[in-house]
């Protein structure tokens, strides 16, 4: 079997758990964070860079290789690993949550009527369709069609051709098609596309290819009951492990309570025995409270995406560098850091490149961000092997909630 997981430590005091990952492009040690390479790259790191700092397996994403036909060139010329030059294990996503969200919103300047944060916004949109632009997104038993608001283009992805695409790409671990519901959508809608998600999990599972790991996905919004219906029946499908997708809602108070409540129900009906990743979940309370929840594996485009913005992850808090206080700071970045950015550059220096959108500024500060998130993730390892996860979560409480 190329592809194996082995738990290698437990929690006593909580659902987390260390363990190992085995792939064909080598191990991943988990609990583990995965930098997302949307476009076959990082934004402002290369891929060695981040493999240095501690990476040890990217996520791309299929749509934005899909969508212009580029998994084609890319399978003509070997596939991901090749393409992008990396030997360390990869990941897919099936391209679903952004033709539910992104596809419409961020990516094709429907801003104002859907927010790129919510991935239920493009959905209710299509449930609601303004009627400029209506009849974006179709969805079938087959799968789903959208139009290209801007030339009227149509492009299907079907649990079959998502597979294929997946399948063009190459990565080590692929997503099964699923549908990404709204937060807003009803019980009963909801309940509908749930099911809808297991059958496109079957033919996800009958289209994928032997050569890579495919996980199934539990959708279910804030529904706790149809959460654990998902688990329960995606569970007891023959996936190598599992994803939990889709908007949380706020029935157990915040947005991150509510997160942090379903998680952990999801988790404790998923079998014990195969990893589970938390899709588009990265910031620092996050992961140490899904890790408790017994999640193993994140991705998210958090630490790159902040650079891009001037903000900083520190031991002490996010720290926005382009405040003027930080313009004649000679100190480092993040005093607590090894990262080669702080052994070498000031707080004043990152400030003015930062506020001057100098592209060299924004790597400056992805290479921290991404070392910094790397080494939190080591430490929350050592801190589930060792007990003591609940002191590392109070260390970062003041800063991050
Ligand atoms: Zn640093």
């Not at 006593?12 to 076959?40: D, L, N, Q, W």
């Not at 599992?242 to 509510?258: E, L, V, W, Y």
């Amino acid at each position: 079997m190329a592809f194996s997981f082995t738990i290698t430590k437990r929690d006593r005091s909580s659902m987390a758990r260390t363990g190992v990952i085995e792939t064909p492009h080598g191990a991943i040690h988990t609990p583990a964070f995965v930098p997302v390479a949307t476009k076959a790259a990082l934004r402002g790191v290369s891929l060695a860079g981040a493999q240095a700092a501690g990476a040890e397996i990217f996520m791309m994403n299929t749509f934005h290789l899909f969508f212009q036909g580029q998994h084609r060139i890319i399978s003509e010329l070997g596939g991901l690993h090749t393409y992008a030059h990396t030997d360390l294990p990869l990941m897919t996503d099936s391209g679903g949550f952004q033709v539910f969200s992104l596809g419409f919103g961020r990516e094709y300047g429907l801003g104002k009527l859907s927010e790129a944060n919510n991935p239920g916004n493009a959905l209710h949109y299509a449930a609601h369709p303004d009627p400029r632009h209506k009849n974006l997104v179709t969805i079938t038993e087959d799968g789903v069609t959208f139009t290209l608001p801007e030339n009227g283009n149509r492009l299907e992805l079907t649990p079959e051709s998502s597979m294929a695409v997946q399948r063009d790409l190459g990565a080590d671990i692929i997503f099964a098609f699923d549908e990404c519901t709204p937060p807003t959508a009803s019980a009963d809608y909801t309940a509908a596309a749930v099911e809808r998600t297991h059958r496109w999990a079957k033919r996800s599972i009958a289209a994928a290819s032997s050569h890579q790991a495919l996980m199934g996905i539990v959708q279910g919004g804030d529904y706790v009951h149809l959460r654990e219906h998902a688990a329960r029946t995606i569970g007891a499908m023959d996936f190598f492990g599992f994803g939990i997708g889709g908007s949380f809602g706020n029935s157990f108070g915040d947005s991150k309570t509510s997160m942090y409540a379903i998680v952990e129900k999801v988790n404790a009906v998923l079998p014990e025995g195969k990893p589970r990743h938390l899709l588009g979940i990265g910031e620092v309370d996050d992961l140490i409270e899904a890790v408790q929840r017994g999640v193993d594996t994140f991705d998210c485009v958090i630490p790159t995406r902040w650079a891009r913005h001037g903000t900083a992850m520190t031991a002490a808090g996010r720290v926005n560098i382009r405040a003027a206080k930080y313009l004649r700071d000679t100190a480092p970045l993040d005093a607590a850091c090894v990262c080669a950015v702080c052994q070498t550059y000031s707080r004043a220096y990152l400030s003015h490149l930062s506020r001057e959108k100098e592209i060299f500024g924004v790597m400056l500060l992805a290479e921290h961000n991404i070392h910094f998130i790397l080494n939190l993730m080591e430490r929350i390892r050592h801190a589930t092997s060792t007990g003591t996860l609940s002191a590392l979560k109070s260390e970062f409480a003041a800063y991050y909630k």
